[in-house]
T-cell receptor
Framework: NAGVTQTPKFQVLKTGQSMTLQCAQD?????MYWYRQDPGMGLRLIYY???????DKGEVPNGYNVSRLNKREFSLRLESAAPSQTSVYFC?????????FGQGTRLTVV | GNSVTQMEGPVTLSEEAFLTINCTYT??????LFWYVQYPGEGLQLLLK?????DKGSNKGFEATYRKETTSFHLEKGSVQVSDSAVYFC?????????????FGGGTRVLVKP
């Protein structure tokens, strides 16, 4: 099925560990995003990529890095996880007339 | 820059009541407008969209009309069900120097009681 695929769906990390969240879309969209959603809150933009080879910081970029590997893939890396990064992470992609989300990654940092 | 403002929740309704969630926007150019729904424990699903002025998006009994003159895209449903309990997000995209950036409102939690 066409759409946005995120992996993994669940992850538990210890403080200080690193990990990469993967995201891929097969809709040939130029723009891709990483958001985090904390309990009872809306979506906060971490990073944004307008096209292959470009990335921009969003509202809450501290503690994260991203790579736009190619047009399909946009990964989010936590270099040294902290409990404050416990959240649900969503990847999205869009063109002007459509926007789609992945199913989310539930990350717990202990 | 672009922005989306939607009414704060929670909105608590009885089953079969009329639901309205207000959404207004600020954008350059000619944005496309979206409503997303997030059911408890799930990701965001596209509920409906409108891509030009006066378009009406509709899905699952929900409707929203793109009003350029009032820069609004209010979500309505005539008779809600318990299964409509969710968080609703208004969003837009518009072409610009930074690409077709997606901008979200803060979300409105809706609780429908039997």
């Amino acid at each position: 099925n066409a759409g946005v695929t995120q992996t993994p769906k669940f992850q538990v990390l210890k403080t200080g560990q690193s990990m990469t969240l993967q995201c891929a879309q097969d809709m040939n969209h130029n723009s891709m995003y990483w958001y985090r959603q904390d309990p009872g809150m809306g979506l906060r933009l971490i990073y944004y990529s307008a096209s292959e080879g470009t990335t921009d910081k969003g509202e809450v970029p501290n503690g994260y890095n991203v790579s736009r590997l190619n047009k399909r893939e946009f990964s989010l890396r936590l270099e040294s996880a902290a409990p404050s990064q416990t959240s649900v992470y969503f990847c999205a992609s869009n063109e002007v007339f459509e926007a789609f989300f992945g199913q989310g990654t539930r990350l717990t940092v202990v | 820059g672009n922005s989306v403002t939607q009414m704060e929740g929670p909105v608590t309704l009885s089953e079969e009541a009329f639901l309205t969630i207000n959404c207004t926007y600020t954008a350059t150019g000619y944005p496309s407008l979206f409503w997303y729904v997030q059911y408890p424990g799930e990701g965001l699903q596209l509920l409906l969209k409108a891509t030009k002025a006066d378009d009406k998006g509709s899905n699952k009994g929900f409707e929203a009309t793109y009003r350029k003159e009032t820069t609004s895209f209010h979500l309505e449903k005539g008779s809600v069900q318990v299964s409509d309990s969710a968080v609703y997000f208004c969003a837009l995209t518009s072409e610009g120097a930074a690409g077709n950036k997606l901008t979200f409102g803060g979300g409105t939690r809706v609780l429908v009681k039997p």
